[in-house]
């Protein structure tokens, strides 16, 4: 893995998802993460920002997203290896994904290994 994608892990799992498990208990479960750009293409260099989106479930996006899309606002703006310029994390509910399937698509079952 490159060193552009380690960071990337990195910022998810030493900031992003602690901060989400502690102010927002119970959403990691229920999330799912998309990292957008040269960043989550692993080809970010000095001019790259981040961007990414967090889907939620259609009721927990109603119930928790825009306080959860707060917090990841706070958390780019103060804590952020990117350029802050266009750096975003946004909260989006499941089904605005795959022409509005993301949701029935997320809830199929694991194919067999």
Same mark, same amino acid.
């Given at each position: 893995?490159?060193? #552009?994608?380690?960071?990337? @892990? /990195?910022y998810f799992d030493e900031l992003v998802m602690p901060m989400i498990r502690?102010?927002?208990?119970?959403? $990691?479960?229920?999330? =799912?993460?998309?990292?957008?750009?040269? $960043?989550?293409?692993?080809?970010?260099?000095?001019? =790259?920002?981040?961007?990414?989106?967090? @889907?939620?479930?259609?009721?927990?996006?109603?119930? /928790?997203?825009?306080?959860?899309?707060? %917090?990841? #606002?706070?958390?780019? %703006?103060? /804590?952020?290896?990117?350029?802050?310029?266009? %750096?975003?994390?946004?909260?989006?509910?499941?089904?605005?994904?795959?022409?509005?399937?993301? $949701?029935?698509?997320?809830?199929?079952?694991?194919s067999p290994g």
């Open positions: 893995m490159d060193e #552009n994608m380690k960071a990337v @892990y /990195q502690k102010c927002h208990p119970g959403l $990691a479960d229920d999330m =799912s993460i998309l990292v957008l750009g040269s $960043a989550g293409l692993g080809i970010a260099d000095e001019w =790259s920002d981040l961007e990414a989106a967090v @889907y939620l479930p259609e009721k927990l996006w109603r119930e /928790q997203g825009a306080s959860l899309q707060l %917090s990841l #606002n706070r958390l780019v %703006s103060e /804590q952020n290896v990117w350029k802050k310029e266009g %750096s975003v994390l946004c909260v989006h509910p499941l089904n605005w994904l795959l022409d509005g399937q993301g $949701a029935k698509i997320a809830e199929l079952p694991a």
